[in-house]
């Protein structure tokens, strides 16, 4: 994921690269629908940088994260419309200062939505 911020100095560009373990241990299944409650870990490294300052500041990614799964199928069996949504808490919540100014902190909750299709091959 990548993005910037404005701020007092100018924007701060951030990036994230991590990986996601997932689990879906519990499902409710009717013929069309499936609703599944998620529990998850991500584990990366963090990076915010800005031009005019010399900031590059690399930082662990770590954040445990709930989620809920429901897909409906369109063709049953084959294709589904899927859509998911959830919460992850960052483990350790990066700062960024110019000087003694604090310009960004991260959030302590990032929320989460996805919409897709989906093909199962049984």
């Given at each position: 994921a990548g993005g910037s911020s404005d701020t007092a100095v100018g924007p701060v560009r951030?990036?994230?690269l991590?990986?996601?373990a997932e689990?879906?241990?519990v499902a409710w299944v009717l013929e069309r629908v499936d609703l599944r409650p998620?529990?998850?870990f991500e584990l990366g490294v963090?990076?915010?940088s800005a031009n005019g300052d010399g900031v590059d500041d690399h930082a662990l990614w770590a954040a445990p994260a709930a989620g809920l799964r429901l897909a409906l199928a369109l063709q049953p069996k084959v294709?589904?419309?899927e859509a998911s949504g959830g919460v992850l808490i960052p483990l350790i919540r990066k700062e960024i200062f110019s000087g003694s100014q604090s310009l960004y902190r991260d959030a302590p909750a990032v929320f989460h939505a996805g919409?897709?299709?989906s093909l199962r091959l049984r």
């Open positions: 951030r990036w994230l991590a990986g996601r689990a879906c241990p998620c529990a998850a963090d990076n915010a294709i589904w419309l919409l897709g299709l």
